[in-house]
C-alpha cells in the first residue's frame, strides 16, 4: 500500500501541481524534476480534461493547451514510469471522475500501481459515492485523497474519519485559482478534523506567496500550490524549468521551521 505519511515526515511539507502535457510531455517531465530537486515533497499531476469544473481560467487554460498537444491518459502514465526510473518522491494524479471510468476502474488502478502512481484526487467525486472506487484504488497500492471544503461542514469529521493518505482541506469557496484572502473557516475546519484523526493534513486552493504558505503551514501539516506554478508556465512555457526552481523552492523554504533551514 501506498504511505503518503512519509511526505510529512520531515516538518511541514510542500506539494507542487503541474498540468500535465503543458506543453508538452518532455516539458513536463522537466518541470517535475525542477520541483523535486528544488525541494517539493510531494507531486500532483492534473489529467487535462475538456471539462475541468473545479478549476479557474489558469489550469483551464494549462488543460485545453496540454489537450491541444495530444496529451492522453496513455502518455501520462508513460511520463509517470518515466519519472519513477529518476525520483521515489511521491507522485499523485489529479484528475476529474470521467476519464478513470472510461478507463475503466480496475484497469486504471492497474496502471497507477505498474507505473508507480501513489495516489489519486479526484475533486467531482462525492464522498458519498466514494466508496467503489476507493477499494479499487486500494488494491492497487493507490490512495484515494479525500477533500474536504468549508460546505463541508457537517461532513468534515465524518471524512476525516475515512480519511487515505492525507486529508487535502480546501481553503476557500469556488474554483483553483490565486487569492490574496484565505478565509476564516480553514481554522474551523482543521480543528474538525483534529478531533477525530491524526492523519496528516494539506490545505490547497488559492496559495500563492511565501507568506501565505507559512500562515497556512502553522495550522496545517503542508500546503498545496498549483494555479501560480501553471501561470509560470503560461508565462514562459518550455523555458519555465528555472523560474519553477526558484519559485518552489521559495515556497518550501517558507514552510520550514529556522532549525530546518539551518542545516
Do not use: W
Amino acid at each position: 500500500m501506498s504511505d503518503l505519511r512519509r511526505v510529512f515526515d520531515h516538518g511541514k511539507a510542500f506539494i507542487a501541481f503541474v498540468t500535465g502535457g503543458d506543453p508538452s510531455i518532455e516539458s513536463t517531465e522537466e518541470f517535475v524534476m525542477e520541483m523535486v530537486r528544488a525541494g517539493a515533497d510531494m507531486i500532483e499531476i492534473g489529467i487535462p480534461f475538456s471539462d475541468p469544473v473545479a478549476e479557474g481560467p489558469v489550469i483551464q487554460e494549462a488543460s485545453s493547451r496540454a489537450l491541444s498537444a495530444g496529451t492522453n491518459v496513455e502518455l501520462l502514465f508513460e511520463l509517470v514510469t518515466s519519472l519513477r526510473q529518476r525520483t521515489d518522491v511521491p507522485l499523485a494524479f489529479m484528475t476529474y471522475l470521467n476519464p478513470v471510468f472510461h478507463y475503466g476502474y480496475d484497469r486504471f488502478f492497474h496502471r497507477c500501481q505498474l507505473s508507480g502512481v501513489d495516489a489519486i484526487i479526484i475533486p467531482d467525486l462525492p464522498f458519498e459515492e466514494s466508496a467503489e472506487v476507493s477499494t479499487i484504488a486500494q488494491g492497487h497500492g493507490v490512495d484515494l485523497i479525500s477533500l474536504v471544503a468549508p460546505t463541508s461542514k457537517e461532513r468534515i469529521e465524518m471524512i476525516a474519519k475515512q480519511a487515505k493518505g492525507f486529508l487535502y482541506i480546501v481553503s476557500s469557496m469556488g474554483v483553483t485559482g490565486i487569492r490574496e484572502d484565505m478565509g476564516t473557516d480553514i481554522f474551523q475546519m482543521v480543528e474538525a478534523a483534529r478531533s477525530v484523526t491524526d492523519i496528516p493534513l494539506a490545505i490547497g486552493f488559492g496559495i500563492n506567496s511565501p507568506a501565505q504558505a507559512k500562515e497556512m503551514s502553522e495550522v496545517a501539516d503542508g500546503v498545496i500550490v498549483g494555479s501560480a506554478i501553471m501561470r509560470i508556465i503560461a508565462e514562459h512555457g518550455e523555458g519555465a524549468g528555472p523560474h519553477i526552481h526558484d519559485y518552489v523552492r521559495s515556497m518550501k523554504d517558507s514552510v520550514r521551521t529556522r532549525e530546518e533551514l539551518a542545516k
